[in-house]
């Protein structure tokens, strides 16, 4: 609907683009059609900060040193998203105790991944706090060509579309199926779904199923602990770690 009526569409996919963006990509725009022309990555300095280490009480201090230790965070994000084919606007949500120094060095860190940047001061100016970002969009959508692909090919197995997944989306090295999976995935194979997509239910807080594994995890596997159908909307769900 929205398509028809407008020029410019933007839409929310969910937090984390190992998680929302993901999702939105091999399942929401496979089933529907769409081919988005450029992905808006938000981030806040905070949330680097804290990945780099810092402690919650802490986070409203500059701290370069921890910012370079956390932006590899958003360097996982940004490489994901470039596996899909489309052009990335980066954005930061700014806060009051964000300093220049902070800004510019992540600002540095985006543009030299060609990524465009932009911050996002709506909640201080309203509307107006928005245009820097807004022209950003604009600028990359007349400069920059989407050639939107998902990440993997319905036709293969269940176990290796989770573990493309889980490999080239979270960094891990492979995954584990649990008694549960394995006995699930049989029911599943057995039914007939075989060739749905996958929506994975993992804890937003780490790249791995892991939520305390901070900045960017290496060296650990994904475990599979279930998987069910919704057959009605037409993926496979699949649980990692103890995730409800």
């Known amino acids: 609907l929205s398509l028809k ?34 992905v808006v990555l938000v981030a806040t300095v905070r949330a680097l900060k804290y990945n780099g280490g810092v402690a919650k009480a802490d986070l409203a201090e500059e701290n370069i040193e921890a910012l370079g230790k956390g932006i590899v965070n958003l360097e996982k994000h940004i490489e994901n998203l470039k596996k899909f084919g489309v052009p990335i606007i980066v954005t930061l949500n700014q806060f009051i105790t964000d300093t220049e120094a902070e800004l510019d060095y992540i600002r540095k860190f985006c543009e030299e991944r060609e990524c465009d940047f932009a911050l996002s001061q709506v909640w201080e100016k309203g509307g107006e706090g928005g245009l820097e970002l807004a022209n950003a ?5 007349e400069t920059k060509e989407s050639h939107f692909k998902p990440l993997y090919d319905l036709d293969l197995s269940i176990t290796e579309k989770i573990r493309t997944i889980a490999t080239e989306i979270y960094g891990a ?37 892991d939520a305390t594994k901070l900045g960017r995890p290496r060296g650990f596997d994904i475990t599979i602990s279930d998987m069910y159908v919704s057959a009605g909307a037409g993926f496979i769900v699949a649980l990692t770690g103890d995730i409800m």
């Not at 990509?25 to 529907?32: E, H, T």
């Open 5 to 38: 009526l407008a020029d410019y569409v933007v839409t929310e996919a969910g937090f984390g683009a190992d998680l929302g963006a993901e999702k939105f990509f091999d399942i929401k725009c496979r089933k529907s059609g769409l081919k988005p022309d450029a």
């Open 173 to 209: 090295d492979d995954i584990k199926l649990s008694a549960a999976a394995k006995k699930s995935l049989a029911l599943i194979e057995a039914q007939g779904f075989g060739d749905l997509p996958i929506c994975m239910a993992k804890n937003q807080y780490s790249l791995s199923d």
């Open 137 to 141: 969009v604009l600028n990359t959508l």
